[in-house]
């Protein structure tokens, strides 16, 4: 069902970006200096669909980068709380093997608290 309705989201989307990418298959300059705006020292000449591509794939990879960072306090308490259990659980197997049978096991002592006690 998952399947379906992500192939339902998917498809649209997949269709329009390549109607987007064929619309816009024009060259166009990208300029990245800001002071020589006639004769740019750093410029590339690409598709403008491969401009827009790659500004959503590194807006994509940055609100990624983000996001990581953003979680490093919930990723140490897990890490924190995981330590605690194992230590934990090796407390309670190192105390369950030093602790008597239960009564009616095979192999335990007889509840002596139940013995009168003399006078």
């Known amino acids: 069902m ?3 309705l992500k192939g339902l989201v998917l498809l ?3 269709i329009a970006v390549i109607l987007l990418a064929v619309a816009n298959r024009d060259p166009v300059r990208l300029s ?3 002071f020589s705006p006639e004769t740019p020292v750093f410029s590339l000449t690409l598709p403008l669909y491969a401009i827009l591509f790659g500004a959503v794939a590194l807006g994509i ?3 990624g980068i983000f996001a990581w960072l953003g ?3 919930a990723r140490r308490q897990v890490r924190h709380r995981g330590r605690e259990i194992r230590r934990l659980e090796g407390e309670t197997a190192r105390l369950k093997a030093y ?3 239960e009564p009616g096991t095979p192999g335990a002592m007889p509840n002596r608290t139940a013995l009168p006690v003399p006078r």
């Open 2 to 4: 998952i399947r379906f």
């Open 12 to 14: 649209p989307v997949t």
């Open 32 to 34: 990245l200096d800001p």
């Open 61 to 63: 990879v940055v609100g």
């Open 71 to 73: 979680q490093g306090r």
């Open 99 to 101: 602790a008597p049978p």
